[in-house]
């Protein structure tokens, strides 16, 4: 009889620690879905914000002492802009 009470009891206490993992689960799900929430109207907002942009500088004219000026602006410009690659080369060409 008494292995069978304490293999009850053992029995209880597996029962209240699933429930409580169970708990503990539905918890963390809803503190999931809170933070996924909260990233999402993050990203909303980011996208939503306006952005200071440098303004466009003038075209090259081809003048030698014109690019030690022009140069740097339009590295900076392309560099805000987050162009790279063939988009920082249609946008310097255009």
């Not at 918890?27 to 999402?40: E, F, G, K, M, P």
């Not at 339009?74 to 080369?89: E, M, N, P, V, Y």
Request: aromatic share 6%.
């Amino acid at each position: 009889m008494s292995d069978q009470s304490t293999l009850l009891l053992l029995i209880q206490q597996l029962q209240q620690e699933l429930q409580n993992q169970r708990t503990e689960i539905q918890t963390l799900h809803a503190d999931l879905n809170t933070s996924r929430a909260d990233v999402q109207l993050l990203q909303t907002q980011l996208l939503s914000m306006s952005r200071s942009r440098l303004p466009d500088p003038p075209h090259f004219d081809g003048k030698p002492y014109t690019l030690r000026t022009w140069l740097p602006s339009i590295q900076a410009k392309l560099q805000s802009d987050k162009l790279t690659g063939a988009d920082a080369f249609n946008y310097v060409w255009d």
